[in-house]
């Protein structure tokens, strides 16, 4: 699976959105972009996915760029609970079925 | 509750004793994996099951470890002869049968801290 690099830590005001990015410049044409999240103190939780589309669910939007070299995942109107590690993951489809964590990005959402 | 449940949360034990941790998924689940997280780290996989099989094993699960899963259905996690790098928090996932190829949501528990003294 492509290796991913992200920012160690981030901050964001209440209310205003966050913009985490991920670089996977080796990623290949058959591997997913996910993000999950974690909490302090809780497990890993799925947020989003995408092959190569801009994706957006209730929780997040995830802007893939064309050539796929890097993502930006997007809290629209971030909220302290959005305080978390937050973890770019490429997952090539039909291939392990374990994550890859990296040591992903902090995101401190200030009031 | 359905979510994935795991016991116990926290575990002490001195070193050279051996420990058992249990994770349930949630039900219907068919597909069980183990993770270790330690401090200031990103979850580390160790194993993974489909139904009772244990189909992959990670390198850091060494032959202190043993996982199981005889019915398809909760697992256990037995850490033998705990060494005090152990320590750590374990982390249990399910995912479901039911989802696309493309689609890897895993559910994960909250985890079990394991301090070895």
């Known amino acids: 699976d492509a290796k991913t690099t992200q920012p160690p830590s981030m901050d964001c005001a209440e209310g205003r959105a966050a913009n985490l990015p991920c670089n996977h410049s080796?990623?290949?044409?058959?591997?997913?972009v996910y993000w999950y999240r974690q909490i302090h103190s809780q497990g890993p939780q799925y947020i989003i996915h995408?092959?190569?589309n801009n994706e957006t669910n209730e929780m997040a939007s995830l802007i893939i760029t064309e050539d796929r070299k890097s993502s930006t995942l997007i809290l629209p109107h971030a909220t302290l609970r959005d305080t978390a590690v937050y973890y770019c993951?490429?997952?090539?489809?039909?291939?392990?079925?374990?994550?890859?964590f990296g040591k992903g990005t902090k995101l401190t959402v200030n009031p | 509750d359905t979510g994935v449940s795991q016991d116990p949360r926290h575990k002490i034990t001195k070193r050279g004793q051996n420990v058992t941790f249990r994770c349930d998924p949630i039900s219907e689940h068919n597909r069980l994996y183990w993770y270790r997280q330690t401090l200031g780290q990103g979850p580390e996989f160790l194993t993974y099951f489909q139904n009772e099989a244990q189909l992959e094993k990670s390198r850091l699960l060494s032959d202190r470890f043993s996982a199981e899963r005889p019915k398809g259905s909760f697992s256990t996690l037995e850490i033998q002869r705990t060494e005090q790098g152990d320590s750590a928090m374990y982390l249990c996932?399910?995912?479901?049968?039911?989802?696309?190829?493309?689609?890897?949501?895993?559910?994960f528990g909250p985890g079990t801290r394991l301090t070895v003294l």
């Open positions: 993951i490429v997952i090539k489809q039909g291939g392990s079925e374990k994550l890859v």
């Open positions: 080796t990623i290949s044409g058959n591997e997913y």
């Open positions: 995408g092959l190569k």
């Open positions: 996932a399910s995912s479901s049968p039911f989802m696309p190829s493309s689609y890897n949501e895993q559910f």
